[in-house]
């Protein structure tokens, strides 16, 4: 039996887990000296409140060797084989401790860990096609060439609607983060080669920047695969979900339209408005 596990920042809504048997493994957040579990003991929401009232940006830690050790070793002398899904490791040294932790077990023959050069959804779509493939009996040595083939067209990218979290993380200059809030812009952020980079700056309304980075994907879109498309959200008005979740629709292209809101730990870096519509190209 091939066993799928991710660390939390795969951003899987609780549905989808249970849906397909996957496994999550919370990385940390800090908040000042206390310890939390992404996803376990910690939400968004009480992230954004500590944030707001401490004028701070949270701390977030990967499970380390010995937290992968204790997941692993009970099922040292067993069969099962195991396919593990981490955040880039540009942005984290998850997938270096899981490695680690299979070494030290001496259980590297079973156990594939996949860099996903990804964050959020991006490592869910590989997750689930991951899910797919062992419920139709691949191996874990299969389901891994699978994903080296998979990385690549992964498209991961999101639009902030506050640039707060991102200053106050050190990720933009002050000047930056004022800038974006006197001019009312929204940067547009991809992920590619395992990194995030800015791609274009939206003007304007937050409804109304969202749906213009949706629309700007519309041929990229209707050349995805066709199978699941996701909205990925760290908080944003209803309406606003809603009205990408018709357009979507309107296009008539995808089986499944899923929505899932960030964890944790990707929240405590892009802050709450930020929006992302994730995909697999099939080129």
């Known amino acids: ?15 989808l887990v249970e849906r397909y048997g996957i496994g999550i493994i919370p990385l940390y957040v800090h908040l000042g000296d206390k310890e ?12 954004y409140r500590w944030s707001d009232e401490h004028n701070a940006t949270p701390k977030t830690a990967a499970p380390g060797i010995e937290d992968m050790m204790k997941i692993l070793e009970p099922e ?7 396919v593990i899904f981490t955040i880039s490791s540009s942005m984290s040294v998850c997938f270096n401790n899981c490695r680690l932790a299979a070494d030290s077990l001496d259980m590297t023959d079973r156990v594939f860990v996949i860099d996903s050069a990804n964050l959020s959804t991006g490592i869910g779509l590989m997750v689930l096609r991951a899910a797919e493939l062992a419920a139709q009996g691949r191996s874990g040595a299969e389901i891994a060439a699978q994903m080296d083939q998979i ?16 200053y106050r993380g050190g990720r933009c200059s002050g000047l930056s983060a004022l ?4 001019l009312k812009l929204h940067p547009r952020i991809c992920v590619a080669d395992g990194a995030m980079h800015p791609e274009k700056k939206y003007r304007g309304r937050p409804s109304k920047c969202v749906l213009e ?17 996701f909205i990925t959200h760290s908080g944003c008005d209803r309406e606003i979900v ?5 357009y979507l629709e309107s296009l008539h292209y995808f089986d499944e339209i899923l929505e899932t809101r960030a964890g944790a730990v990707v929240s405590s870096h892009c802050g709450p408005g930020t929006l992302g519509v994730l995909f697999i190209a099939q080129q």
């Open 179 to 182: 800038f974006g809030s006197a």
């Open 36 to 47: 939390y579990k992404d996803g376990v003991d910690i939400f968004p929401d009480d992230l």
């Open 242 to 246: 809603e009205s990408v979740r018709a």
């Open 76 to 82: 040292k002398d067993g069969s099962d084989e195991f």
């Open 151 to 166: 990385r690549g067209k992964v498209r991961a990218s999101f639009v902030v609607d506050t640039l707060t979290y991102l």
């Open 1 to 15: 039996m091939v066993r799928i596990l991710a660390d939390s920042t795969c951003d899987l809504s609780p549905e």
């Open 213 to 229: 980075y949706v629309k700007d994907m519309e041929t990229d879109l209707k050349s995805a695969c066709a199978d699941r498309v």
